[in-house]
């Protein structure tokens, strides 16, 4: 994959050159001076302007020069001695040129010379690249917050576009993947869950119909998926994190609907746990246990947290905790490390938490995004164990 996007860059690269040595060649007025096109055409690509290309390339040939020697009639650079004094300021500002004041006290000048080609061009790039920082910092100040808008819903049509709207929103993918489907749409689905799993680690939880033919499949996906199953389910959903979701017809699959509206993915997830997690039923216990997986696991749902922390103690091993969340009654954002002591799933009050014990030997209740009677409300689970 790599290779075949340095293989198109560089293509697109030497048709780029081509097309501005063209566009060079047929303006006279455009001609640089004793410059190489393809030096003259790459370093416009950089970013440099026709007189800054002009300026550093004569300083790379003849070494240090004042600014009337640069600017002389003879001097082949053809800049106006105005300009030349904001080029150089410009070259010298982004590393690729050094200035010196020479001469007696009433009879001082600059003089300027190109850095070594190879320093100079690293010191180009990362004057850019500060930029970039600086620029992406006040970006970040400005931009859309998705947390004081609710999002939106936006419909698609023909299932061809849920498909790959499915495959964008998984290949988003952080934390976790909660999905309820049916066997065909999985199947579909399939390779790019696989993979989010084999490169990020991220827990799939997926519930499909029973009924299912290819049941030789199935035992190869138990691998990846936390699979469990439903007799009839209302409708088909998929959600990423806490951030995306997508819901489609069951009947008509051509209809369907990307959901960025915060509100109503908190309810898919409640109605994906209550609804159907809660009432599913594994594929194979011992399966399901051997799931593979990656530690530690971050996460973001409590259910699954709580699942994964008793399939740990279960082994008899001590599962270590970290927490970002904020403290319930305060809403002061906090990190939390700990050692969870044990976790509790009661489907009758609704309650998930993880009581949990600090360096310090304090113990805290851990709950969900929200919880009411926990110290903690957590917005990632980091659970490894020892």
Same mark, same amino acid.
């Given at each position: 994959m790599v290779e075949s996007r340095l293989k198109t860059a560089k293509s697109d690269l030497e048709e780029t050159l081509n097309d501005i040595e063209k566009k060079i060649k047929s303006f006279k007025s455009l001609d640089p001076p004793q410059i190489d096109y393809k030096l003259y055409a790459l370093l416009r690509r950089l970013g440099l302007t026709k007189y800054e290309i002009l300026v550093y390339v004569a300083l790379v040939q003849r070494g240090s020069q004042t600014v009337s020697q640069l600017t002389a009639s003879k001097s082949q650079t053809g800049i106006p001695q105005p300009r030349a004094y904001d080029v150089l300021g410009s070259l010298v500002k982004y590393g690729l040129v050094e200035e010196k004041i020479a001469g007696k006290e009433k009879r001082r000048t600059k003089e300027y010379r190109a850095v070594p080609p190879e320093e100079g061009l690293d010191n180009f790039m990362n004057f850019f690249m500060f930029?970039?920082?600086? #620029?992406?910092?006040?970006?970040?100040?400005?931009?859309?917050?998705?947390?004081?808008?609710?999002?939106?819903?936006?419909?698609?049509?023909?299932?061809?576009?849920?498909?790959? #709207?499915?495959?964008?929103?998984?290949?988003?993918? +952080?934390?976790?993947?909660?999905?309820?489907?049916?066997?065909?749409?999985?199947?579909?689905?399939?390779?790019?869950?696989?993979?989010?799993?084999?490169?990020?680690?991220?827990?799939?939880?997926?519930?499909?119909?029973?009924?299912? +033919?290819?049941?030789?499949?199935?035992?190869?996906?138990?691998?990846?998926?936390?699979?469990?199953?439903?007799?009839?389910?209302?409708?088909?959903?998929?959600?990423?994190?806490?951030?995306? #979701?997508?819901?489609?017809?069951?009947?008509?699959?051509?209809?369907?609907?990307?959901?960025?509206?915060?509100?109503?993915?908190?309810?898919?997830?409640?109605?994906?746990?209550?609804?159907?997690?809660?009432?599913?039923?594994?594929?194979?216990?011992?399966?399901?246990?051997?799931?593979?997986?990656?530690?530690?696991?971050?996460?973001?749902?409590?259910?699954? #947290?709580?699942?994964?922390?008793?399939?740990?103690?279960?082994?008899?091993? +001590?599962?270590?905790?970290?927490?970002?969340? +904020?403290?319930?009654?305060?809403?002061?954002?906090?990190?939390?490390?700990?050692?969870?002591?044990?976790?509790?799933?009661?489907?009758?009050?609704?309650?998930?938490?993880?009581?949990?014990?600090?360096?310090?030997g304090e113990e805290f209740t851990i709950g969900g995004m929200l919880a009411s009677i926990e110290d903690i409300t957590a917005d990632q689970i980091s659970i490894d164990y020892e």
């Open positions: 930029a970039k920082n600086r #620029a992406l910092e006040e970006l970040n100040l400005i931009m859309y917050d998705e947390e004081k808008d609710h999002g939106g819903i936006w419909s698609i049509n023909q299932e061809e576009n849920i498909l790959r #709207a499915a495959k964008r929103l998984i290949s988003k993918a +952080k934390y976790e993947v909660l999905l309820v489907s049916e066997f065909n749409i999985l199947e579909s689905l399939i390779p790019d869950l696989s993979q989010c799993h084999a490169e990020k680690g991220i827990t799939i939880s997926v519930i499909i119909k029973e009924g299912y +033919k290819n049941v030789e499949n199935l035992f190869d996906w138990v691998k990846f998926l936390k699979l469990r199953f439903r007799k009839i389910f209302s409708m088909p959903y998929l959600i990423i994190d806490r951030n995306y #979701a997508l819901q489609w017809d069951r009947d008509k699959q051509n209809l369907g609907q990307e959901i960025e509206n915060k509100d109503i993915i908190r309810t898919l997830i409640d109605h994906f746990y209550f609804s159907n997690w809660r009432i599913s039923h594994p594929f194979n216990d011992h399966l399901n246990s051997e799931m593979v997986r990656s530690y530690p696991l971050h996460l973001v749902n409590i259910l699954t #947290a709580t699942e994964e922390v008793n399939l740990i103690l279960e082994k008899k091993y +001590k599962p270590k905790l970290i927490i970002y969340g +904020k403290i319930t009654k305060t809403g002061e954002r906090v990190k939390l490390r700990g050692i969870a002591l044990s976790s509790k799933i009661d489907w009758k009050t609704g309650t998930f938490n993880i009581l949990i014990r600090n360096d310090t």
